[in-house]
């Protein structure tokens, strides 16, 4: 592991096992390439990042791309969180633009170019999958985001996710289940870093809900006393407060209008209220 500016930078342990394995197979150069493509594809994660104002603390390097550990307070929209998350593939998309370029200007039979633009190709597009925590999934869920509730985004993404990361082990051992005594090892070992980290994002939907409700002040606290435009949402008095709190959607600042069984309004309240109430295990 090392630090550059306060970043950790670190190899997953399945890059470790690779780049053992190509040292043993005579195989060393490509897997040079591959960690220069990888690497590229995260320092376009950071930069996004970085421009958007977001801390990166740290940075674990895999063979199809990384985990960037991001510290959110609030800030991170979700057109933000998009961006970042294209700004991968987008390094990818550029080195394949320049090793083309370089192939048609250069003699030579091209063979290391044509390596760099498969390999930077097979990235760019596994990543663009729509499983988290792809960049693909990231973009999937932070769109979702603006159109439905974040709980339920939440949950289903992360479901969805699991059930995806099931299919790419399941094909995995495809093979081998026709009878062909073969599995596809790459994908395997992919396909279970993918279930358990989609298994542990699942168990931390309640977490990562409640931070999300712990940074609204900081995200909609100033615009909210300044008299920005809220959605509203209209809850029976009788609705649990979590159930009302599982309505809050990412982009919009929320007045909660409670009606009883006759339908007249007896309390018209801020969301951060509601949240107060939430965290100190009281009722409305």
């Known amino acids: 592991m090392i630090n550059i500016r306060g970043i950790k930078l670190s190899l997953h342990p399945f890059f470790v096992i690779l780049m053992l394995f190509s040292v043993i197979t005579g195989h060393f150069l490509e897997l040079i390439v591959l960690f220069s493509i990888v690497f590229i594809h995260e320092l376009g994660h950071m930069t996004a990042a970085l421009l ?76 663009l999958l729509p499983v988290l925590p792809l960049d693909g999934g990231k973009v999937v869920h932070a769109a979702a985001s603006l159109l439905f509730p974040y709980h339920p985004t939440l949950l289903w993404s992360s479901r969805i996710s699991v059930v995806c990361s099931m299919g790419v082990v399941f094909f995995s051992v495809l093979p081998f289940l026709q009878g062909e005594g073969r ?10 870093f993918l279930l358990y980290s989609n298994w542990i994002d699942y168990r931390h939907v309640p977490y ?8 609204r002040e900081n995200r909609f606290g100033g615009g909210a ?40 309004l007896i309390a018209m309240l801020p969301e951060q209220r509601l949240i107060s109430a939430y965290f100190a295990g009281l009722h409305i």
């Open 52 to 127: 958007f104002g977001v801390r990166i603390r740290s940075v674990q390097l895999l063979p199809f791309g990384g985990v960037v550990e991001m510290e959110d307070h609030g800030q991170l929209t979700a057109w933000k969180e998009i961006g970042i998350a294209l700004a991968g593939p987008l390094q990818n998309v550029l080195m394949i633009g320049a090793a083309l370029l370089l192939r048609e200007i250069t003699p030579g039979d091209g063979a290391f170019l044509n390596y760099v633009i498969y390999g930077n190709a097979m990235i760019a597009l596994f990543n």
């Open 225 to 264: 006393r300044a008299g920005v435009l809220a959605q509203p949402i209209i809850v029976d008095q009788a609705k649990h407060l979590d159930s009302i709190l599982r309505l809050f959607k990412r982009e919009n600042y929320h007045v909660i209008y409670v009606i009883n069984k006759q339908g007249s």
């Open 208 to 215: 990562r809900f409640s931070r999300f409700l712990m940074n």
């Open 183 to 192: 599995i596809q090892l790459n994908l395997l070992l992919i396909g279970i």
